[in-house]
């Protein structure tokens, strides 16, 4: 089968020639091209050097996210001992304490699991091991949903854009 490169315009032969959509590779670029794909289109090969690069700062960020978010846990999580067993007046009932005591309790919890996501999403995404977990910590970050939103949502837009890259996409496991 006759082809023509969309990069360089080499033309080359392949030598199976079925009639299905298959790759083959320029012999003078190294292009990938899918024959039987729209317009010809290339396929560029991903290379996981250029995309871990490209995601080295953005993972980094995300870690520092979820770490704010699990400080922001933590905080929570002090705050519901303090008003649990210091000696405030603030309350009416006993009842007000627990339930304040509880929602703060609540709160710490969903920070250590946002946190804990994030952390882990981005220690996926330096390792480009599992895009799907990487996109996942990208939209928590984004989500107005823990203590650090302000510094999460650019973070989480930035790793989205960044992870939505085709070339960076296919350089996942």
């Given at each position: 089968?006759?082809?023509?490169?969309?990069?360089?315009?080499?033309?080359?032969?392949?030598?199976?020639?079925?009639?299905?959509?298959?790759?083959?590779?320029?012999?003078?670029?190294?292009?990938?091209?899918?024959?039987?794909?729209?317009?010809?289109?290339?396929?560029?090969?991903?290379?996981?050097?250029?995309?871990?690069?490209?995601?080295?700062?953005?993972?980094?960020?995300?870690m520092l996210v979820g770490g704010l978010a699990l400080l922001g846990g933590l905080m929570q999580l002090c705050l519901a001992g303090v008003i649990l067993f210091a000696d405030i007046d603030d309350f009416d009932s006993p009842e007000?304490?627990?339930?304040?005591?509880?929602?703060?309790?609540?709160?710490?919890?969903?920070?250590?699991?946002?946190?804990?996501?994030?952390?882990?999403?981005?220690?996926?995404?330096?390792?480009?091991?599992?895009?799907?977990?990487?996109?996942?910590?990208?939209?928590?970050?984004?989500?107005?949903?823990?203590?650090?939103?302000?510094?999460?949502?650019?973070?989480?837009?930035?790793?989205?854009?960044?992870?939505?890259?085709?070339?960076?996409?296919?350089?996942?496991?």
């Open positions: 089968m006759n082809h023509t490169c969309p990069m360089c315009g080499h033309a080359f032969r392949s030598e199976d020639d079925f009639g299905v959509a298959h790759e083959v590779v320029c012999p003078s670029c190294g292009t990938v091209v899918r024959e039987g794909h729209p317009a010809g289109a290339p396929v560029l090969r991903a290379d996981r050097g250029w995309a871990a690069e490209r995601l080295e700062i953005p993972s980094i960020a995300l007000e304490r627990i339930f304040g005591a509880i929602m703060y309790g609540v709160g710490s919890l969903w920070a250590f699991a946002v946190g804990g996501i994030i952390i882990y999403g981005a220690l996926k995404m330096r390792r480009l091991e599992s895009w799907g977990f990487a996109l996942t910590a990208a939209i928590m970050a984004v989500i107005p949903c823990n203590v650090c939103c302000m510094f999460g949502m650019p973070v989480g837009i930035w790793s989205l854009i960044t992870l939505n890259d085709p070339q960076v996409k296919g350089a996942f496991r």
